[in-house]
């Protein structure tokens, strides 16, 4: 069964850091797109950063640049976000997603992705 598990959410004051993992079972993580989202209380959902299959392309929201890295290790069919200097904006549900039919691409548009994990929560508050 094709499953996403997103880890290592949490509180965490302003400024802090933190890095979300996305790991897959059941499939071959190499071969999807990942796409990062969240989804703050009473807001639309929105894009945070996606990273294509091989790893060579990324791409943020405006938002996140310079403030978040996403990456990859295929090897262990796990793909990250690093999270730095943390706001209280940030605070959202984050969710990982993948697609297959993105090849050496990714985007930030939410339906594009087939499969969805269930999301970990991050709290920015001091």
């Known amino acids: 069964q094709l499953q996403l598990v997103e880890s290592g959410g949490g509180l965490v004051q302003p400024g802090g850091s933190l890095r979300l993992s996305c790991a897959a079972s059941g499939f071959t993580l190499g071969y999807y797109a990942i796409g990062w989202f969240r989804q703050a209380p009473g807001k639309e959902p929105e894009g945070v950063s996606c990273?294509?299959?091989?790893?060579?392309?990324?791409d943020y929201a405006d938002s996140m640049k310079g403030r978040f890295t996403v990456s990859r290790d295929n090897a262990k069919n796990t793909v990250y976000l690093q999270m730095n200097s943390l706001k209280p904006e940030d605070t959202a549900d984050y969710y990982c997603?993948?697609?297959?039919?993105?090849?050496?691409?990714?985007?930030?548009?939410?339906?594009?992705?087939?499969?969805w994990g269930q999301g970990t929560q991050v709290t920015v508050s001091s």
């Open positions: 997603a993948a697609d297959q039919r993105l090849v050496r691409n990714c985007v930030l548009t939410s339906g594009e992705y087939d499969y």
């Open positions: 990273i294509s299959n091989g790893g060579d392309i990324t």
